[in-house]
């Protein structure tokens, strides 16, 4: 059983909190998240043009690129995560250059060498997979494929074809952090999703208090935090890890909860 497996197997919704490597004491909040009780975590690749993120994610590249973070150090940061926490399901987020400028094989190599269960590579879609999909499935990591509001009935088996780990449902027609989609909306279109694929659904964009994860998580199979971890760590810069562990946990109580709250 994978890790993705093994977590979404939990009679519970996960978890799935997003920060960004290099920007403040990444290994300390990495650890804080789990500590406080995240199942899955993404660690976003910096990138210079981070079309899909609001301010909050466009700062943190900035600051983590400021600081001279390379790809190297990105795989060294995955690598020890793994060494320390060996059943946490850890995904590597962020754009194409980074990912296929040495070669697809040379990035799905390294991916499976550091211990990385799944990519979301938020600018190659499914028409261009051959960029980077049979790169990552033959190396055994999952290629996670986002799914949106203008994601229609024509194009969806294309979007599930190749999928692995989970769908990420992007609830806005937007960009990160900035707004929350109405949960009537969040509501129908999981439906819609989990309709056509056994692929567990976290629904994330717009997510920032333990109440909206909470109403998310009624329906969805996890639920994404990203913004608002990026808020604490440019708070608090290298000190933020006990911030970080107690949100985490208001976040991963309220989520926990919430199907046995529906029920």
Avoid at 234 to 249: I, K, L, M, N, Y
């Amino acid at each position: 059983m994978t890790r993705f497996a093994a977590t979404f197997a939990k009679p519970r919704p996960a978890l799935v909190t997003f920060i960004t490597a290099g920007d403040g004491d990444t290994a300390a909040n990495l650890d804080a998240l789990v500590a406080g009780g995240a199942d899955v975590i993404e660690l976003g690749m910096p990138f210079t043009d981070p079309m899909a993120d609001g301010p909050a994610i466009q700062a943190a590249n900035l600051r983590s690129l400021a600081k001279g973070t390379t790809t190297a150090d990105i795989f060294a940061i995955a690598a020890a995560f793994r060494t320390r926490h060996p059943g946490t399901p850890l995904v590597l987020m962020g754009y194409a250059n980074p990912m296929t400028i040495r070669g697809a094989d040379w990035f799905a190599a390294e991916c499976a060498k550091a211990g990385v269960d799944g990519v979301i590579c938020v600018d190659i879609p499914s028409e261009e997979d051959a960029e980077l999909g049979p790169a990552l499935r033959a190396a055994g990591v999952d290629l996670i494929r986002l799914a949106t509001p203008t994601t229609d009935a024509a194009r969806l088996p294309d979007v599930l074809n190749g999928a692995g780990g989970f769908l990420y449902y992007v609830s806005v027609a937007g960009i990160t952090g900035l707004q929350q989609a109405a949960q009537a909306s969040i509501e129908d279109a999981v439906a819609r999703l989990k309709a056509a694929t056994d692929l567990p659904v976290a629904v994330g964009f717009g997510v920032r208090t333990p109440d909206q994860a909470r109403q998310i998580a009624k329906v969805a199979d996890g639920v994404v935090v990203g913004s608002a971890f990026i808020d604490i760590i440019a708070q608090h810069g290298d000190a933020a890890a006990p911030h970080v562990e107690a949100f985490t946990r208001t976040l991963a109580d309220a989520i926990h909860g919430a199907k046995e709250i529906a029920a």
